[in-house]
Every structure is written in C-alpha cells, then in structure tokens.
C-alpha cells in the first residue's frame, strides 16, 4: 500500500505533498532529532560515568578479596610458652605477642630452611614478611588450646601487606628497590614460597569477616564490625522510622483537618528532607549524648540519628502512596458502614503497602550510606571488638559503619589500604543493590492499578 | 504535630534506652589524626595481650580531641585526648570550667615533618627555612625592600632549586602539624632572610612582626590541607611539580612513590630526629583523665603499656613505624604509674 501511495506523488499547487516535506517540518523534524540526540548523549554520558566509577572501584578494589598466605610449621616450645610449667592460662597469659614473635620467625626460617630454600635475608627481615596480626592469632589459640604446647602445629598465616600486595602486581621489583618497607630479596623469596607451594592466594574471607586492623597491617583489616555496625543501625532505623512514619503520614493524610497548620508541618517536612545529614548528627550529639547520656561511638544513637534523616523521605513516599489509592475505596468502605479507621486499615493501607515499603527500603538505602552524621556521634572509629547480641545489649556497644571504614581506610598511610577502601565500597554497593532490588520487586510484586 | 510527636517518641525511646544501658568497659580516646595510627597499633596490641576489650580510638584533631576531653567527667565524655601539640592553658580553664581537673600528659616520643615531592618529579632534595618562606610567605624581602610575594617559580629566589612553578601543600590551621610548620620552618625562614629584622625596623612591634612572618600567600601558590596526608599525598600524585608536608611515618610507608628533600642539609630520619640534628620535629602527646583512672576498666593499663619500653621504646613497634622515642622514657613511665596531674 505504502509503495502504491509513494508512486503517485501530489506534486505542484503550491501545497507541497505529505511524502515530501516542506521546508517547515523538515525543520520540525530536525529538531526532534536533535532533542532525541540530545536525550541519548545525556543518557551515554551517566552511562559512562557509571562505567567509570565501577571500573575504577572494581580494579582496585577486586583483589581485596584475596589474600596470601603462607603454611608455616610451627614447632610450640613449651619452655617459652609456659615458663611456669604448669599450663596455667592466667600465667601462660604472660607471655605476649612480644613473646610468641620470635616462636613465628623461627618456625618460619625452620618452613624456609626446610623446603630446601636458601635465603641471605636476616631473621628480622623474614619475619617482616608475614603479619603480625598472626602472631596475636597464634597466641589466641595457643591460650585457648594449652593442650597443644610441645606439639608442632601447622598455621596458616597471612603474608604482610606488601608481599600480598606483590601477587596482586601492586608491588613490583622496582616499587621494592626504592620502598623502604620490602625489599626485591623479600619478593624473590616468597616467589621461592609460592613453586615450593607454601605461598598461596586465596578467598579472603577474612575481608568480610574479621574486624578492623591497625596502620601496620592492612593485610588483616576487614569488615566484620562495620558489617554489624550497620545493620544494627538499620533495625533501629527500620524499627523506629517505619511506625512513626507511617502513622504520621496516615493521620496527615486520612485524619488531619487541612488547614494552615498542616500545610506548615507539610512544608517543614519537605524542608526536613532537604537538611543537610551533618546537621541531624549536630542534633544527635546535643540530644542523645550529652542530654539523655547515650554512650559514644554505639550504634544506638547513629541508628536514631538516622532514624530523623530518614523520617521525612518515609512520610513523603508513605504519602504519596496513601494518596494514589483511589477515593472510590474509601467511599466505598465509607458507604458499607465502616468506620475511618476500619476503612484506613482495612482497605487504604494494605493498597498502599507496595508504596510504604519501596519508601521505607530506599530511605534505609540512604540511611545506610551516610557518614556525616556518625562522625559527631563518635562512629568515625579505630574499633576491633565486635558489638554484642542485640538481645546483650550490642546495641550500645562501640561499633562502625560500612561507609565510616570506607573513610578511615582512605586516611590509613599504608597504600594496602586503598584496595580495602574500594573493597568496602564494593561490599557497601552489593548491600545498596539488593535493597534496591528488593524495592523494585515488592513494587512489581505487589503493585495494583487503577 | 508530627514533628513534636517525632521528637518526643525518640527522646522517650533514647531515655528508656539510657537507663537500660551498660556501664561502659572499655576506652576511649580520641584526638590527633597524627598519634592515631600510633594510638591504634598500641589499642590493637592491648586487646590482644590483655583482658581488656580493645580501645576505640577516634581521630578529629587535636584541638576538637581536647574539646571533648574537656566536655566534663563521666561515662559518656572520652577518658584519652591524643595531640600532636602541648594542651594550651585556654583549654586547661575550660577544662577545669567543666570539672576535668586531674590532667595527666603523657609524651609519647617525636614526630619529625619532612618535605616530600612526586618520586619522578623535579629535584627538590634540599630545602632551607629561607626558601619555603621566600615560597610561601606573605611578605618577603627583594632586594632589601619588603614586598607582597612576587615569586612564582623555585629558582627566583634559589638557583639550586627546579624552575616550576611553585605549589605546595601544607597542613591546614585544624592541624596541629601547621603550628609546628610555622613555628619551625617560616618563622626560622623569616628570621634568616632578614624579612623579621625588616618588618621590625618597619616600625612593627615584636608581636606584630611575628605574625606577619607567619602570614602564608593566599595567592593560590601555597594550598592549605585540611584532611589528612593521604589527601596531600593525592595532590602530589596529580600535580607533578607539588611540593608537600608529611608526617615522617606517613613518608616511611610511601617511600616508593614520594622523594624527601633535606632541611638545612640534614636528611630526615628517627635517628637524627632523635638526635635533634633534623630542626622539624614535634613531641606528641596524649591526656589522660584522672578522674576516669578506676572507674573505666584497663584505663591505666592501657596507658602503661602505652609508654612500656615494648611498644614505645627504640624498638618497639611504634618506633618500626616511624616514631622517634623518647629519650625520657622512663621518667614519663614513672609519671603514668603515680599518675602525677599536670600543674599549673
């Protein structure tokens, strides 16, 4: 039909022909094409930025999840570890990390010597070459284990952060020549560790498991208390925002008389989401430390804290979707007999469910991102010990957040600690994508229309 | 009405909260972000070794440490103030303003501040205080006449020195390194080149001079740094011909990618910061509260092993990171074990 109609063209008179245009839309034409371009550059340009932010944290944050190690047979000479003989944790105690650090170097120079290495570096620089952190760890369990004294046990320990940092082509012989903390010789013999197969690059676990670690060993700094840190803050931000968002939305919205006052705490609550975080952090100090005596730096006070930050975003969504539920439903319910608050709870809100929580979740997503306010409460911190159960109190423990160690890792002088910083983010992207996901599927899932 | 609600339901809910809470077991501390990584190594090795859960340890600055330090006694006000500088007697007052009247200062070793540009960048291996004030004073002497920086390249003033434009990043007033910075490399600059002598013959009184000397360009040459060194080491990584100031542990740990210059022909190093031979060092501090001295479990243990000759002694793992010890150890050791306050 189409070819039939393009042979016959209506040429002359004047008119012009609808298949050839004029000069007119030809112009209207271009410009759609040029506002469609536009459009698609604007879209490119995100695109690529996203492509760049994620390949520059994926390549270098990637390799924090493996790490190196090495076996090492390490002989417990009960001599040295229990001078008093008698097995005794509280006198084995005694003896510290200062005490089992030669045991560790021995044994290693004994693991070297004995896979057949050779090696001119000193003991002191051998030593150097795996993380301190192992010899807490070897201490840990030895005070753990008495029973184990006397025996030689094989450990796993982690190599120091500039070995590591050399399987992952951070550092090479020639960053090694001029770093005054490794040396090419330490390079070549832990190349030597890796064809007897003593040296091994694995999963790091660890990462997401074990707590922060101080300057000197970026090699075992992980995540675990940021981890717990965070979520704890979100149950209290989702135990304690979602209630009392919700039901100040639904009497705003379904009770409330619209009058000025409403429309001021309206305007106030658009204004509120709009506050800049650092100021609910201010708040947080002046009211929850110094006012009603909260402890510092505990995830109790960043969660409620949080909970004020995230309380306009929740009203706002909560209702914007009360608001999209039809009036025929309540007139419906209305004209049956129920009652406003039957009608509200009955049949407005399990409609509006789908809304609620998309809201709630993103407003978590945000919550779980912030930094600002947690460093007035005292959460920008150096801390190791994991916080308790909930039901133990954790809540009021010292603790972190994901964000918070992103930002401590990026000030560590230990260039290790840039592939942890972008390691956190990772794991921080990975928690901010599922809780978008979920969102967008409880949207889909859930979602009815009118 | 929801705002009041919002505010009186959290409030409620942080006042049950309160009551319920534990008291508190372990430290805390907060202060200098140049005694934080030191603070850390020494809280990292005291959980591990004792039976104190280990410290938390926050950073901030000096001056914000001591503030909080100086909020008053009790459970929810910090027990440690790290700094890298003297606690002032302005803050003494408000401290005791506030009833924190027992001060125990603890001195725990050097910290030398060292010169450092871009490995493969140009030769900037020796400074004098001269130059860095020519560079980065407000007013210097040309040719006999005090005049409005009017130097923009190195080599103006000193032949020795690379033709780059200059750039340099120093510490930021919030640093307790840029009090040390002024006193120790622009006022010494000042008073070499003769700028002192002239602003005094200029009719300025000693206080006055002093701190003209001390007045940095604002013309864009000299960029202040109010983060941390990783933030100047970021601006020396993108600016070739950056000139910038670090901690000596924070140069120890980057030595692969960062070049130290000499200071009046001495290289930086704990062994001649120690021996007073390199003029930029300052001794860091920390405060401890006497009056949370057995009301917080490990307070003075923590102090104790602290200064301990294992941890901060010629070859403990402070000194491996870049602190230079204290060559009055003991007498500081002694002054933790009888928790002997400040006077003043």
Known sequence: ?450 | MSLTKTAVSTIAVAAVCATAAAARDQVQVAGSSTVLPYASIVAEAFGENFDFPTPVVESGGSSAGLRRFCEGVGENTIDIANASRAIRSGEIEACAANGVTDIIEVRIGYDGIVFASQQDGPAFTAFTPSDLFNALGAQVLVDGALVENPYTQWSEFNADLPAVDIAAFIPGTNHGTREVFEEQVIAAGCEATGAFQAMMDAGMSEDDAEDACLAVRSDGAAVDITGDYTETLARIDSNPDGVGVFGLSFYENNTDVLKVATMNGVSPSVDTIASGEYPVSRPLFFYIKGAHIGVIPGLKEYASFFVSNDIAGPWGPLADYGLVSDPELEAVQANVENEVNMTE
């Open chain 1, 1 to 450: 039909m189409t070819d039939a109609t393009a042979e016959t063209p209506r040429r002359g008179s004047g008119t012009g022909s609808l298949m050839v245009p004029d000069a007119r839309t030809a112009k209207r034409n271009a410009r759609e094409k040029r506002f469609r371009l536009y459009g698609l550059v604007a879209v490119c340009t995100g695109i690529l930025m996203l492509a760049l932010l994620l390949t520059s944290i994926l390549s270098a944050g990637l390799s924090a999840f493996r790490q190196t190690t090495i076996q090492v047979e390490v002989p417990l000479v009960a001599e040295r570890l229990d001078p008093e003989g008698n097995r005794d944790p509280a006198q084995m105690a005694k003896v510290t990390t200062f005490g089992y650090a030669p045991l560790l170097r021995d044994a290693l120079i004994g693991t070297i010597e004995s896979a057949g290495i050779e090696t001119e570096l000193d003991p002191r620089a051998i030593a150097d070459m795996v993380s301190d952190e192992s010899v807490a760890q070897l201490r840990a369990f030895v005070l753990a284990n008495p029973g184990v004294l006397g025996q030689t046990i094989p450990v796993e320990v982690l190599a120091s952060g500039r070995i590591d940092g050399f399987f992952k082509g951070r550092v090479t012989y020639q960053t090694a020549e001029l770093d005054k903390n490794i040396s090419p010789e330490q390079l070549q013999l832990a190349e030597a560790l890796q064809e007897a197969g003593l040296l091994a690059t694995g999963f790091n676990w660890r990462f997401i498991t074990a707590p922060d670690a101080s300057t000197t060993r970026p090699e075992a700094a992980g995540l675990g208390v940021a981890i717990l840190g965070s979520f704890y803050m979100m149950l209290v931000v989702l135990a304690l925002a979602l209630p009392i968002g919700v039901a100040a939305s639904i009497y705003l919205e379904e009770f409330a008389p619209q009058n000025k006052f409403t429309d001021l705490i309206e305007v106030n609550i658009s204004n509120l989401a709009a506050v800049p975080s650092i100021v609910f952090g201010i708040l947080g100090l002046a009211i929850f430390i110094n006012f009603a005596g909260l402890p510092q730096s505990a995830p109790i006070v960043g969660g409620l804290v949080l909970t004020l930050m995230t309380l306009p975003t929740i009203i706002i969504a909560t209702r914007a979707s009360l608001k999209s539920v039809p009036p025929s439903i309540r007139s419906a319910a209305l004209g049956l007999g129920a009652s406003r608050m039957q009608t509200v709870f009955h049949h407005v809100l399990p409609l509006a469910m789908p809304g609620i929580l998309t809201g709630t979740i993103i407003g978590l997503a945000q919550a779980l991102g912030e930094t600002a306010p947690l460093l007035l409460i005292g959460m920008v911190a150096f801390v190791r010990e994991y916080p308790g159960a909930p039901w133990e109190g954790g809540l009021f423990d010292p603790a972190t957040a994901l964000p918070v160690q992103v930002y401590n890792f990026t000030q560590r002088s230990d260039p290790a600690f840039v592939e942890r910083a972008s390691g956190a983010i990772i794991v921080l992207l990975i928690f901010l994508l599922i809780m978008n996901l979920a969102a967008i599927f409880l949207r889909r899932k859930f979602e009815r229309r009118w």
